[in-house]
């Protein structure tokens, strides 16, 4: 199997990226399944029910997220529903959604981090239950892990080593140079990066976030504009489930 996982779409620029990049990848890369973090799509942040058609459309088999995935009530029936739409899995019992689905042979799981985030459930020992649960039912398990400290996140994939496919960094929008396979045949890197405007702040208008910094004062930031950088990682998993290929694939649409 051949996973494409795609780094944070952020608003309108990263779905446009994503529409006019996407599909051409697909068939390229001959990829049987594409997974997205969505939770920037409207606007930068959140994810709407309309925003998360447009991925859906453009060729994305899987929506994860994070902790901006409640911005926009309108969503939780979705996450409720059938769509392929997940919130990170160790949210507290009783939070709407689900945090994995079965789609194609694999089985793909969205997690978060707690350094620098909110407190919530023990991301170690949620993805320890659900994977007594799958085996022997999963092989191919994919994990976009949603976390702010490089140190949660390769703790992470080295203790979820020859246990799951992959392990996807998501949340700082900054691409890591680290994609590798670890020694038990898990696929990682620290971070796919973003899909979003590339003369920004992490996505963000750069003059916006550098007056926030400056001022410390409340600013409303807005997507920035201009060229788009699409940054994803390509992964080829054997039916096992073990990696055996990663690489990234940068790109870049002009504005």
């Not at 919530?120 to 994919?142: H, S, V, Y």
């Not at 203790?159 to 590798?180: E, F, K, M, N, P």
Request: negative net charge; glycine residues 10%.
């Amino acid at each position: 199997m051949r996973v494409l996982a795609i780094g944070d779409v952020i608003g309108r620029p990263g779905r446009r990226a994503v529409e006019a990049l996407l599909p051409n990848l697909r068939q390229e890369y001959q990829i049987d399944l594409v997974l997205a973090n969505g939770e920037n799509a409207a606007g930068g942040i959140g994810l709407t029910p309309a925003t998360a058609e447009e991925l859906l459309r453009s060729g994305v088999d899987v929506i994860t997220s994070g902790n901006h995935i409640w911005h926009y009530k309108e969503i939780i029936p979705y996450l409720e529903g059938d769509y392929p739409i997940l919130r990170p899995l160790n949210f507290p019992p009783g939070v709407p959604g689900k945090g994995h689905i079965y789609l194609k042979g694999a089985l793909v799981v969205n997690l978060m981090g707690r350094t620098f985030m909110s407190e919530i459930d023990c991301p170690f020992r949620a993805m320890d239950q659900l994977l007594e649960e799958a085996r022997p039912k999963a092989q191919i398990i994919i994990v976009d892990f949603h976390a702010e400290a490089t140190s949660e996140k390769n703790a992470l994939a080295r203790y979820l080593d020859g246990r799951v496919s992959l392990v996807a960094g998501t949340h700082t929008h900054i691409g890591t140079i680290d994609a590798r396979i670890l020694p038990q045949g898990t696929a990682f890197v620290t971070d796919v990066g973003m899909v979003g405007p590339e003369d920004s702040v992490i996505g963000d208008d750069a003059q916006a976030a550098i007056s926030r910094f400056l001022t410390r004062m409340p600013h409303r930031l807005s997507v920035g504009r201009g060229p788009v950088i699409f940054n994803s990682i390509l992964v080829e998993i054997e039916p096992g489930g073990r990696a055996v290929e990663i690489r990234r694939i940068d790109l870049r649409l002009e504005g």
